[in-house]
């Protein structure tokens, strides 16, 4: 695994953590790409690199993430595609992002919380 190259796998899974996990590698409302899954832990790619966490701690999806995450406690917004983080006051319906120029509109903060 330490030879593949990270950035040209095709990945069918994403992941981000659950709203009340905190784990310092990982940036909350951030989703990212799983290399492979094990019964109780999960292998994302963090910032180019392998990292080893528990299911438990994750929401997982099949498909691309697509719309921002709302981070209401705190008020900010996690791009899908990169990740960035943006502060917003009131949610517009579809924000286009400073650091990748992508636009993605809003998930909605009742499903950011739901579990699966
Ligand atoms: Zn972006």
Excluded at 5 to 24: K, P, S
Excluded at 46 to 53: K, L, S, T, Y
Excluded at 76 to 102: D, F, I, T, W
Aim: net charge positive; aromatic share 8%; charged share 25%.
């Amino acid at each position: 695994m330490a030879t593949q190259r990270l950035d040209t796998l095709t990945v069918e899974r994403w992941a981000r953590l659950w709203e009340d996990v905190r784990r310092c590698e990982l940036r909350r409302g951030a989703w990212y790409p799983v290399l492979s899954i094990a019964p109780d832990e999960a292998v994302l790619v963090v910032r180019g690199r392998g990292v080893i966490i528990p299911l438990a701690y994750l929401e997982i999806t099949h498909t691309r993430p697509d719309r921002w995450t709302y981070i209401a406690r705190e008020r900010y917004a996690v791009c899908p595609n990169c990740a960035e983080r943006v502060a917003v006051g009131q949610l517009p319906a579809r924000m286009r992002c400073g650091k990748c120029s992508g636009v993605f509109g809003i998930e909605p903060a009742q499903q950011a919380v739901a579990t699966a």
